[in-house]
Protein backbone atom coordinates (compact mmCIF):
# COMPACT_ATOMS: atom_id res chain seq x y z
CA UNK A 1 0.00 0.00 0.00
CA UNK A 2 1.02 3.43 -0.40
CA UNK A 3 3.35 5.17 2.25
CA UNK A 4 3.55 8.61 3.97
CA UNK A 5 3.73 11.33 0.78
CA UNK A 6 4.62 14.64 1.87
CA UNK A 7 4.79 17.65 -0.99
CA UNK A 8 6.80 19.37 -2.18
CA UNK A 9 9.73 17.32 -2.17
CA UNK A 10 11.70 20.68 -2.27
CA UNK A 11 10.73 24.45 -1.37
CA UNK A 12 12.81 27.19 -1.92
CA UNK A 13 11.59 30.69 -1.14
CA UNK A 14 12.46 34.32 0.37
CA UNK A 15 13.13 35.10 4.00
CA UNK A 16 9.69 36.69 5.39
CA UNK A 17 7.54 34.85 3.20
CA UNK A 18 4.87 32.11 3.91
CA UNK A 19 4.94 28.39 3.18
CA UNK A 20 2.49 25.54 3.41
CA UNK A 21 4.25 21.83 3.51
CA UNK A 22 1.48 18.89 2.72
CA UNK A 23 1.46 15.60 4.38
CA UNK A 24 -0.92 12.70 3.39
CA UNK A 25 -0.73 9.76 5.76
CA UNK A 26 -1.13 6.22 5.01
CA UNK A 27 -4.88 5.93 5.07
CA UNK A 28 -6.54 5.13 8.35
CA UNK A 29 -3.61 6.26 10.44
CA UNK A 30 -4.84 8.18 13.26
CA UNK A 31 -1.91 9.97 14.89
CA UNK A 32 0.15 12.43 12.54
CA UNK A 33 3.66 13.96 13.42
CA UNK A 34 5.78 16.48 12.48
CA UNK A 35 9.24 16.67 12.84
CA UNK A 36 12.18 18.95 11.39
CA UNK A 37 15.54 17.59 10.59
CA UNK A 38 18.10 20.17 10.56
CA UNK A 39 21.75 19.50 8.72
CA UNK A 40 23.59 17.57 10.83
CA UNK A 41 21.09 16.68 13.61
CA UNK A 42 18.57 14.15 14.26
CA UNK A 43 14.76 15.05 13.34
CA UNK A 44 13.41 17.53 16.54
CA UNK A 45 9.47 16.86 17.30
CA UNK A 46 7.57 19.33 16.41
CA UNK A 47 3.71 18.57 16.66
CA UNK A 48 1.57 15.53 16.43
CA UNK A 49 -2.15 15.03 15.79
CA UNK A 50 -4.71 12.50 17.10
CA UNK A 51 -7.85 12.61 14.45
CA UNK A 52 -8.23 16.31 13.80
CA UNK A 53 -6.92 17.68 16.73
CA UNK A 54 -3.35 18.65 17.68
CA UNK A 55 -2.81 16.94 20.97
CA UNK A 56 0.50 18.29 21.63
CA UNK A 57 2.03 21.37 19.79
CA UNK A 58 4.94 21.64 22.72
CA UNK A 59 7.48 22.14 20.02
CA UNK A 60 6.67 24.34 17.56
CA UNK A 61 9.24 26.85 17.79
CA UNK A 62 6.95 29.80 17.53
CA UNK A 63 3.91 31.25 16.70
CA UNK A 64 5.14 31.27 13.49
CA UNK A 65 4.81 27.94 13.04
CA UNK A 66 0.95 26.74 12.69
CA UNK A 67 -0.56 22.93 11.82
CA UNK A 68 -3.87 22.14 10.95
CA UNK A 69 -5.56 18.48 9.93
CA UNK A 70 -9.02 19.81 9.35
CA UNK A 71 -10.42 16.16 8.38
CA UNK A 72 -8.29 13.67 10.17
CA UNK A 73 -6.55 13.33 7.37
CA UNK A 74 -3.94 15.54 5.31
CA UNK A 75 -2.04 17.83 7.46
CA UNK A 76 -0.48 21.22 6.38
CA UNK A 77 2.43 22.66 8.20
CA UNK A 78 2.29 26.36 7.77
CA UNK A 79 5.27 28.72 8.28
CA UNK A 80 4.92 32.54 8.10
CA UNK A 81 7.28 35.46 7.81
CA UNK A 82 9.68 32.59 6.73
CA UNK A 83 13.48 32.92 8.35
CA UNK A 84 16.75 31.18 6.78
CA UNK A 85 17.10 29.57 10.30
CA UNK A 86 13.65 27.67 9.34
CA UNK A 87 15.66 25.86 6.72
CA UNK A 88 15.27 22.35 7.01
CA UNK A 89 14.36 19.09 6.44
CA UNK A 90 10.61 18.85 7.26
CA UNK A 91 9.39 15.28 8.10
CA UNK A 92 5.93 13.53 8.38
CA UNK A 93 5.37 10.61 10.32
CA UNK A 94 2.06 8.42 10.70
CA UNK A 95 0.54 6.03 13.44
CA UNK A 96 -2.35 3.56 12.98
CA UNK A 97 -2.86 5.63 16.99
CA UNK A 98 -1.25 7.68 18.81
CA UNK A 99 0.87 5.37 21.39
CA UNK A 100 1.03 3.02 18.45
CA UNK A 101 5.21 1.19 18.31
CA UNK A 102 5.59 2.23 15.32
CA UNK A 103 5.63 5.17 13.14
CA UNK A 104 6.12 5.50 9.20
CA UNK A 105 7.92 8.29 7.64
CA UNK A 106 7.38 10.51 4.58
CA UNK A 107 10.93 11.54 2.53
CA UNK A 108 10.26 14.66 3.74
CA UNK A 109 9.96 18.30 2.31
CA UNK A 110 13.55 19.87 1.95
CA UNK A 111 12.81 23.96 2.81
CA UNK A 112 15.22 26.58 1.97
CA UNK A 113 14.83 29.81 2.81
CA UNK A 114 17.06 32.55 1.04
CA UNK B 1 12.08 14.00 30.25
CA UNK B 2 13.07 11.68 27.52
CA UNK B 3 16.82 12.09 25.83
CA UNK B 4 19.12 10.24 23.33
CA UNK B 5 22.78 10.24 23.13
CA UNK B 6 24.53 8.70 20.05
CA UNK B 7 28.53 8.23 21.40
CA UNK B 8 30.40 8.67 17.76
CA UNK B 9 28.98 10.98 15.02
CA UNK B 10 31.06 9.75 12.86
CA UNK B 11 32.27 5.75 12.73
CA UNK B 12 34.26 4.07 10.40
CA UNK B 13 34.56 0.11 10.18
CA UNK B 14 36.39 -1.96 7.59
CA UNK B 15 34.18 -4.32 4.54
CA UNK B 16 33.68 -7.42 7.26
CA UNK B 17 34.44 -5.79 10.08
CA UNK B 18 32.13 -5.92 13.42
CA UNK B 19 29.99 -2.61 13.22
CA UNK B 20 28.48 -0.88 16.71
CA UNK B 21 26.94 2.04 16.97
CA UNK B 22 26.29 3.52 20.74
CA UNK B 23 22.60 4.96 21.71
CA UNK B 24 22.52 5.71 25.87
CA UNK B 25 18.82 7.14 26.61
CA UNK B 26 16.94 8.37 29.10
CA UNK B 27 12.98 8.12 30.07
CA UNK B 28 10.85 7.90 33.45
CA UNK B 29 8.85 5.26 32.22
CA UNK B 30 9.81 2.18 30.80
CA UNK B 31 11.19 3.03 26.69
CA UNK B 32 10.30 2.20 23.32
CA UNK B 33 13.22 2.27 21.59
CA UNK B 34 14.01 2.26 18.23
CA UNK B 35 16.56 2.10 15.11
CA UNK B 36 16.18 4.01 11.97
CA UNK B 37 18.91 3.88 9.35
CA UNK B 38 18.59 7.37 6.79
CA UNK B 39 20.43 6.79 3.31
CA UNK B 40 21.16 9.70 1.25
CA UNK B 41 18.21 12.01 -0.14
CA UNK B 42 16.31 9.06 1.71
CA UNK B 43 13.44 9.33 3.96
CA UNK B 44 13.62 7.16 7.84
CA UNK B 45 13.71 3.46 7.14
CA UNK B 46 13.04 1.39 10.28
CA UNK B 47 15.96 -1.20 11.21
CA UNK B 48 14.62 -2.44 14.33
CA UNK B 49 12.61 -1.49 17.95
CA UNK B 50 12.16 -2.70 21.01
CA UNK B 51 8.78 -2.35 23.36
CA UNK B 52 8.40 -5.36 25.82
CA UNK B 53 10.04 -8.31 25.38
CA UNK B 54 12.89 -10.40 24.65
CA UNK B 55 15.49 -7.86 25.16
CA UNK B 56 17.60 -8.81 21.89
CA UNK B 57 15.92 -7.66 19.38
CA UNK B 58 16.87 -8.58 15.37
CA UNK B 59 15.95 -6.31 12.91
CA UNK B 60 16.70 -6.14 8.61
CA UNK B 61 19.84 -6.10 6.77
CA UNK B 62 21.54 -8.33 9.52
CA UNK B 63 21.23 -6.02 12.21
CA UNK B 64 20.77 -6.27 16.38
CA UNK B 65 20.42 -4.75 19.19
CA UNK B 66 20.25 -5.54 22.90
CA UNK B 67 18.05 -3.20 25.55
CA UNK B 68 20.28 -2.69 28.49
CA UNK B 69 18.04 -1.30 31.66
CA UNK B 70 20.71 -1.14 33.86
CA UNK B 71 22.81 0.30 31.68
CA UNK B 72 20.27 2.19 29.36
CA UNK B 73 21.39 1.63 26.60
CA UNK B 74 20.62 -0.22 23.14
CA UNK B 75 23.56 -0.63 20.77
CA UNK B 76 23.06 -1.51 17.41
CA UNK B 77 25.16 -4.13 16.06
CA UNK B 78 26.13 -6.39 13.27
CA UNK B 79 28.49 -9.18 12.72
CA UNK B 80 29.90 -8.31 9.50
CA UNK B 81 29.77 -4.68 7.70
CA UNK B 82 28.74 -4.57 3.92
CA UNK B 83 29.40 -1.76 1.73
CA UNK B 84 25.66 -1.13 1.54
CA UNK B 85 25.32 -0.29 5.25
CA UNK B 86 26.91 3.23 4.63
CA UNK B 87 24.03 5.47 5.80
CA UNK B 88 23.28 7.62 8.78
CA UNK B 89 21.72 6.37 11.77
CA UNK B 90 19.77 7.00 14.15
CA UNK B 91 18.42 6.12 18.05
CA UNK B 92 15.14 6.76 19.49
CA UNK B 93 13.27 6.37 22.23
CA UNK B 94 9.42 7.16 23.03
CA UNK B 95 7.07 7.09 25.58
CA UNK B 96 3.76 5.53 24.44
CA UNK B 97 1.76 7.54 27.39
CA UNK B 98 2.99 10.51 26.27
CA UNK B 99 1.21 10.35 22.49
CA UNK B 100 4.65 8.65 21.41
CA UNK B 101 6.23 11.48 20.11
CA UNK B 102 10.13 9.79 19.31
CA UNK B 103 12.96 11.58 20.54
CA UNK B 104 16.13 11.31 18.56
CA UNK B 105 19.73 11.15 18.95
CA UNK B 106 21.65 13.65 16.82
CA UNK B 107 22.97 10.81 14.39
CA UNK B 108 25.74 8.50 13.58
CA UNK B 109 27.33 8.57 10.01
CA UNK B 110 28.40 5.21 9.25
CA UNK B 111 31.56 4.68 6.39
CA UNK B 112 32.63 1.25 5.37
CA UNK B 113 35.85 1.34 4.15
CA UNK B 114 36.49 -2.03 1.48
Known amino acids: GAGVSQTPSNKVTEKGKYVELRCDPISGHTALYWYRQSLGQGPEFLIY????????DSGLPNDRFFAVRPEGSVSTLKIQRTERGDSAVYLC????????????FGPGTRLTVL | AQSVTQLGSHVSVSEGALVLLRCNYS??????LFWYVQYPNQGLQLLLKYTTGATLVKGINGFEAEFKKSETSFHLTKPSAHMSDAAEYFCAVSEWNTGNQFYFGTGTSLTVIP
Open chain 1, 93 to 104: ASSRLAGDDEQF
Open chain 2, 27 to 32: SSVPPY
Open chain 1, 49 to 56: FQGTGAAD
